[in-house]
T-cell receptor, first 114, second 111 residues
């Protein structure tokens, strides 16, 4: 099992550009999450999904969009990138609710917006 | 605004000592509590989880939970240099879907 994979590992964007961060898991987990981690800070939940076709907002959803068309994939879309979106983005998945099961994290995508 | 507070550190302990990491949370409805370890430049990995008041031990790690005081702690016995990392306290909100992370405590174990 590859676990949770994320692409790309690194990306530099110009202000106003758009991009999609890819996330995939091969553990057949229903629950998937997107977090951002700013330097010296904890993780902030952006969006989460409880299954294909079902997504909901986390703490910091503004400027992002998600979709979940399959169990395996949970891409995160950035529209009109801003310097405030410079961060490390982690995707995670869990078999059960976050409160009842551990979350498995991908390796992260380091994004810089200039 | 639901919050999880941790002392950012750094906490420095000598090899073989006990490291004590603390966390407080604001949401009284929270039921699940996790400790993750994060090495520099890496993703978080689960160390322990605890649901009930009291202590839970796993090897060198002990998690302690006091829901009345809204306090969670992690003790690391016989600390090793390989334990040097940032430790993130994570609290699941009452709904069970959303995880609120603290900013983390940096631990240095001196050989």
């Amino acid at each position: 099992n590859a676990g949770v994979t994320q692409t790309p590992k690194f990306r530099i964007l110009k202000i106003g550009q758009s991009m999609t961060l890819q996330c995939a898991q091969d553990m057949n987990h229903n629950y998937m999450y997107w977090y951002r981690q700013d330097p010296g800070m904890g993780l902030k939940l952006i969006y989460y999904s409880v299954g294909a076709g079902i997504t909901d907002k986390g703490e910091v959803p503004n400027g992002y969009n998600v979709s979940r068309s399959t169990t395996e994939d949970f891409p995160l879309r950035l529209e009109l990138a801003a310097p405030s979106q410079t961060s490390v983005y982690f995707c995670a998945s869990s078999k059960a609710l976050a409160g009842a099961d551990t979350q498995y994290f991908g390796p992260g995508t380091r994004l810089t917006v200039l | 605004q639901k919050e999880v507070e941790q002392n950012s550190g750094p906490l420095s302990v000598p090899e073989g000592a006990i490291a004590s990491l603390n966390c407080t949370y604001s949401d009284r409805g929270s039921q699940s509590f996790f400790w993750y370890r994060q090495y520099s430049g890496k993703s978080p990995e689960l160390i322990m989880f605890i649901y009930s008041n009291g202590d839970k031990e796993d090897g060198r790690f002990t998690a302690q939970l006091n829901k009345a005081s809204q306090y969670v702690s992690l003790l690391i016995r016989d600390s090793q240099p390989s334990d040097s990392a940032t430790y993130l306290c994570a609290v699941i909100d009452a709904g069970g879907f959303k995880t609120i992370f603290g900013a983390g405590t940096r631990l240095f174990v001196k050989a």
